[in-house]
């Protein structure tokens, strides 16, 4: 599985396009630089882009639910509306589309936070509200809790 790291803050231009950052864009398999998708996140007001690997293999996750159960029809509407496929151009530049960077509040200022398989794309002002939300002494508490579901032979590769 491919994994991202890295926070870059990053500026839109007057169109909507975004500059992936030398350090971020490294980390792309070669195979994959020039097209992704970007969509909506699920829990927070930012976007997500994925490399299309990435996206086709949610999408064959997806394939697998019953589209005959409504919660499953409606999940997979819901998840799928706005997602674009984004390419990148001459200038290694991303154009997001205009009602994207509108649900995630993006107008000038961004911030790219990569992690696992993806990149979330986030106004600034909201990344930062986001982290100053957790306190220190929560984080510790929402760790233990997360982190003690793992098995312990797992466990011993992240430490």
Same mark, same amino acid.
């Given at each position: 599985?491919?994994?991202?790291? =890295?926070?870059?803050?990053?500026?839109?231009?007057?169109?909507?396009? *975004?500059?992936?950052?030398? =350090?971020?864009?490294?980390?792309?398999?070669?195979?994959?630089?020039?097209?992704?998708?970007?969509?909506?996140?699920?829990?927070?007001?930012?976007?997500?882009?994925?490399?299309?690997?990435?996206?086709? @293999?949610?999408? @064959?996750? *997806?394939?697998?639910?019953?589209?005959?159960?409504?919660? %499953?029809?409606?999940?997979?509407?819901?998840?799928?509306?706005?997602?674009? @496929?984004?390419?990148?151009?001459?200038? =290694?530049?991303?154009?997001?589309?205009?009602?994207?960077?509108?649900?995630?509040?993006?107008?000038?200022?961004?911030?790219? %936070?990569?992690?696992? %398989?993806?990149?979330?794309?986030?106004?600034?002002? *909201?990344?930062?509200?986001?982290?100053?939300?957790?306190?220190?002494?929560?984080?510790?508490?929402?760790?233990?809790?997360?982190?003690?579901?793992?098995?312990?032979?797992?466990?011993?590769?992240?430490?």
């Amino acid at each position: 599985m491919v994994s991202f790291i =890295g926070e870059y803050d990053c500026k839109l231009d007057p169109k909507g396009r *975004l500059s992936v950052p030398s =350090g971020l864009y490294k980390q792309f398999d070669a195979r994959y630089r020039e097209r992704f998708i970007i969509n909506r996140s699920i829990f927070q007001k930012c976007l997500v882009l994925y490399p299309v690997d990435a996206w086709e @293999q949610i999408m @064959q996750d *997806l394939s697998k639910l019953n589209r005959f159960i409504k919660e %499953n029809d409606t999940f997979i509407r819901m998840f799928t509306n706005g997602a674009t @496929q984004v390419e990148l151009d001459g200038a =290694g530049r991303i154009l997001i589309p205009k009602k994207l960077l509108d649900y995630a509040s993006a107008e000038k200022d961004v911030v790219l %936070n990569a992690h696992l %398989n993806k990149v979330e794309i986030w106004s600034k002002q *909201l990344f930062e509200q986001g982290l100053s939300q957790l306190s220190d002494k929560d984080f510790e508490a929402l760790a233990e809790k997360v982190m003690s579901k793992i098995d312990p032979n797992e466990q011993r590769k992240l430490s």
